[in-house]
């Protein structure tokens, strides 16, 4: 009974081929796993940036910071006047 069997070059290709998508496969997942890392850092900092306004607050106020110059203005509460 003959071996069917495809030619060694294309074999060679094929596996060639297979490997490489492998390869990129395996980048994505490390790829992912850095994204994930960095979206849990970002909401960390979120969090750090959220507790330290918070603080500001308690020490000015409501207001609005110029993050270039530090210079701030009073934010004036916005209340709707409802007329009859």
């Given amino acids: 009974m003959a071996e069917n069997k495809i030619s060694q070059e294309h074999l060679e290709e094929l596996q060639s081929g297979v490997s490489k998508i492998n390869q990129v496969a395996l980048?994505?997942?490390?790829?992912?796993?850095?994204?994930?890392?960095l979206l849990h850092q970002g909401l960390e900092l979120q969090s750090d940036?959220?507790?330290?306004?918070?603080?500001?607050?308690?020490?000015?106020g409501k207001v609005s910071v110029n993050i270039q110059d530090g210079t701030y203005e009073p934010i004036e509460d916005k209340q709707e006047v409802v007329e009859k």
């Fill in 49 to 60: 940036l959220s507790k330290f306004q918070a603080k500001l607050e308690e020490k000015y």
């Fill in 27 to 37: 980048q994505i997942g490390n790829l992912e796993l850095q994204k994930h890392g």
